[in-house]
């Protein structure tokens, strides 16, 4: 199955933005993408990047976070799992009530 992503359309008609993403989360979100189709989800909704309400000294601010929705089926534990194992020290996820956080971290 191929996975796709797709950006959240809110409702006041506004999508979630990319613009301001450092490199290093683009490459994070291609890796996202692929851990989403190892679970055979069919897309993986970006709901924010450099937009959205975040802390004042959260990475969105800086383009080094990013969210995603929860999947379609429950699949978070084997969703972080997969992260721990492909993604590495430098990427923490975690996963939130609505969405799950990834950010780009190196120590």
Excluded at 13 to 20: F, L, S, T
Excluded at 45 to 67: C, M, P, Q, W, Y
Aim: charged letters at 35%; one cysteine or more.
């Amino acid at each position: 199955m191929s996975c796709y992503i797709k950006l959240k359309l809110y409702p006041d008609e506004k999508r979630a933005k990319i613009a301001g993403g450092r490199p290093e989360v683009f490459w994070l979100i291609e890796r996202i993408r692929e851990i989403y189709e190892a679970v055979e989800e069919e897309f993986v909704e970006i709901t924010s990047l450099t937009d959205g309400k975040h802390g004042l000294r959260s990475l969105h601010n800086v383009g080094f976070a990013v969210d995603t929705a929860l999947p379609q089926q429950s699949v978070e534990n084997l969703i972080q799992e997969l992260a721990r194992k492909r993604l590495g020290k430098d990427i923490d996820v975690v996963v939130e009530d609505d969405h799950i956080h990834w950010e780009f971290q190196p120590e």
